[in-house]
């Protein structure tokens, strides 16, 4: 007796025991998995907060007002774009302050350099519009340079030895004057959203490359998303199952793991080389990206199918529905959800791939703004790359200004993806 209750206890202590281990496996496995979802949201808000903290500086800028005297003698009345109001602007500054310029003019080249070139074309279009203004003192607002909005902003400091920075000592006291003065402030830097790109930082705006994304992305879905869908619902609902349907199933999934660059070496030779459509433009942007994104599209598609019920199909061929009208009127709208959700994605991924854009020429200087999918453009990746590899400082916070952009775009672009799954699914 004694022994049986001694056996009994030891059994009862080993499973114990082992229920013991077993949960706290449990709790390091929960514990790890707490750990890895810590650590990947810590990394993305490093990488969010550096981009943050780079690129919110390039939401606003400083300008000043500079009061210029509309010389008659310097100003060509049939032709106000051809005076130079910037050197006229420069010298009068120096004039205020009782700085008189060599011989070389460098004092005036200097003081010069701290205006935006912006402000020779707002003067030249005041005298246009108004000629009267010619032998007055008119106050013309214009965007400070790059270099001194970025002193302004702290980017530049006086510890810095003058052979290492772009503003000698001179500019960064004509500059503490003007602010002095009051003559110099800070706004929401409108030209961001408003410009094309420029070779001068406090001009280069994302306009030209959001415009030219939106125009492929408008090519891509007309293309990839009508081809992709029916593509899909052939495959899933009506081709046989056989060796050639597998393979062509095997080759789908395999699509859709192709690096991007492969894509993009596809359209330089056959849209580019071969069909001579336009470079750079968006038509073959949409189309290199229309072929990327049809894997995604297709393979989210079929599984959208395969979710709805069989007894769904059943039902509307009991009911004397042909084959197309189920899967038309039943199957399809049931699966819509799951299709629109895989079209936005892949929408997205479309709208932030470089490499491709990069081989069919949209890595150059794009100027302005587009107006057809067949003009050259540039597009939101390409130009982060452009500005990213810019010698000048200022356009580095423009390039995480840009990053921000993108971003903003994909968030409303997976937000959409979100609701719209939300709105129409149906749980069965």
């Known amino acids: 007796m004694t022994d049986a209750i001694s056996d009994s206890a030891e059994r009862t202590?080993?499973?114990?025991?082992?229920?013991?281990?077993?949960?706290?496996?449990?709790?390091?496995?929960?514990?790890?998995?707490?750990?890895?979802?810590?650590?990947?949201?810590?990394?993305?808000?490093?990488?969010?907060?550096?981009?943050?903290?780079?690129?919110?500086?390039?939401?606003?800028?400083?300008?000043?007002?500079?009061?210029?005297?509309?010389?008659?003698?310097?100003?060509?009345?049939?032709?106000?774009?051809?005076?130079?109001?910037?050197?006229?602007?420069?010298?009068?500054?120096?004039?205020?302050?009782?700085?008189?310029?060599?011989?070389?003019?460098?004092?005036?080249?200097?003081?010069?350099?701290?205006?935006?070139?912006?402000?020779?074309?707002?003067?030249?279009?005041?005298?246009?519009?108004?000629?009267?203004?010619?032998?007055?003192?008119?106050?013309?607002?214009?965007?400070?340079?790059?270099?001194?909005?970025?002193?302004?902003?702290?980017?530049?400091?006086?510890?810095?030895?003058?052979?290492?920075?772009?503003?000698?000592?001179?500019?960064?006291?004509?500059?503490?004057?003007?602010?002095?003065?009051?003559?110099?402030?800070?706004?929401?830097?409108?030209?961001?959203f408003r410009n094309g790109d420029s070779t001068e930082p406090e001009l280069a705006g994302v306009l030209g490359a959001v415009v030219g994304s939106a125009l492929m992305l408008l090519v891509t879905a007309g293309l990839a998303i009508p081809i992709g869908v029916a593509a899909a619902v052939y495959l899933q609902e009506f081709s046989p199952r056989n060796r050639l349907t597998a393979l062509?199933?095997?080759?789908?999934?395999?699509?859709?793991?192709?690096?991007?660059?492969?894509?993009?070496?596809?359209?330089?030779?056959?849209?580019?080389?071969?069909?001579?459509?336009?470079?750079?433009?968006?038509?073959?942007?949409?189309?290199?990206?229309?072929?990327?994104?049809?894997?995604?599209?297709?393979?989210?598609?079929r599984s959208a199918l395969a979710a709805v019920p069989p007894s769904i199909r059943e039902a509307a061929l009991a009911m004397g529905a042909s084959r197309v009208q189920t899967v038309g009127q039943h199957v399809l709208p049931l699966a819509m959800p799951g299709v629109m959700t895989g079209a936005i994605i892949s929408m997205a991924h479309a709208l932030g791939e470089t490499a491709p854009l990069l081989l069919i020429g949209m890595v150059s200087f794009m100027p302005g703004v587009p107006h057809s999918v067949t003009e050259p453009v540039g597009a939101l990746p390409s130009l982060i790359y452009i500005w990213e590899n810019a010698s000048e400082r200022a356009f580095h916070e423009r390039t995480a200004a840009a990053i921000l952009v993108l971003l903003a775009f994909m968030i409303v672009m997976n937000a959409a993806a979100i609701v719209l799954r939300r709105r129409f699914e149906r749980r069965w």
């Open 13 to 192: 202590r080993r499973l114990e025991a082992g229920l013991k281990r077993r949960h706290g496996r449990e709790q390091r496995f929960r514990a790890y998995g707490v750990l890895a979802i810590a650590v990947a949201v810590a990394f993305l808000l490093l990488l969010l907060g550096r981009i943050i903290d780079q690129g919110h500086r390039a939401f606003y800028a400083h300008s000043t007002t500079v009061s210029v005297f509309m010389d008659p003698s310097r100003i060509d009345r049939t032709y106000p774009q051809g005076t130079n109001f910037l050197q006229m602007a420069a010298e009068q500054q120096l004039a205020r302050y009782g700085v008189q310029d060599d011989a070389l003019g460098l004092k005036s080249t200097a003081m010069r350099a701290l205006f935006s070139s912006e402000l020779k074309f707002r003067a030249a279009e005041q005298v246009r519009d108004n000629p009267g203004l010619i032998g007055r003192t008119v106050a013309i607002t214009t965007p400070m340079s790059d270099d001194a909005d970025l002193y302004f902003k702290g980017e530049i400091s006086r510890d810095v030895p003058p052979e290492q920075r772009r503003l000698s000592d001179q500019q960064l006291d004509w500059l503490d004057r003007m602010k002095a003065e009051g003559v110099v402030g800070s706004e929401f830097n409108s030209a961001l």
């Open 248 to 301: 062509i199933e095997v080759n789908i999934n395999n699509l859709a793991a192709v690096p991007s660059i492969v894509y993009g070496l596809l359209g330089l030779a056959l849209f580019i080389n071969w069909m001579h459509l336009p470079r750079a433009s968006p038509l073959v942007g949409g189309l290199v990206l229309a072929l990327m994104a049809l894997p995604t599209i297709i393979i989210a598609t």
